[in-house]
């Protein structure tokens, strides 16, 4: 499955942005979705993950309370809802599906599949 990401941008501190995910050929339904960003020099970490069939998701605790993640089954998109947003936001962000594992996980080398990243920068 191929993963088109999109929504980022330049935004000033405290500014939102929603980014969207998109899986192609298949449903977000079929996976357990989540939310990575990389920042130059650093390692991938986790921003947030839902289940497959919804419920509680996880949420990494530097973006609790500000980010919220979601899907909407019907346009067959998963979404990041990044509010308050502070500099060190600033990353790359990938969405990965991980096939409806039972477990929920916030390590990236459970994703098997991944998008190719969209780019948010918070000025200060």
């Known amino acids: 499955v191929q993963l088109q990401a999109s929504g980022g941008g330049l935004v000033q501190a405290g500014g939102s942005l929603r980014l969207s995910c998109a899986p192609s050929g298949r449903t977000v339904s079929d996976y357990n979705m989540g939310w990575f960003r990389q920042a130059p020099g650093n390692q991938r970490e986790f921003v947030a993950a839902?289940?497959?069939?919804?419920?509680?998701?996880l949420y990494a605790t530097s973006v609790k309370g500000r980010f919220t993640i979601s899907r909407d089954n019907a346009e067959n998109t998963l979404y990041l809802q990044m509010n308050s947003l502070k500099p060190e936001d600033t990353a790359a962000y990938y969405c990965?599906?991980?096939?409806?594992?039972?477990?929920?996980?916030?390590?990236?080398?459970?994703?098997?599949?991944w998008g190719q990243g969209t780019q948010v920068t918070v000025s200060s």
């Open positions: 839902q289940r497959w069939s919804g419920g509680k998701p």
């Open positions: 990965a599906a991980d096939p409806r594992s039972a477990t929920l996980y916030y390590t990236a080398v459970e994703y098997d599949y």
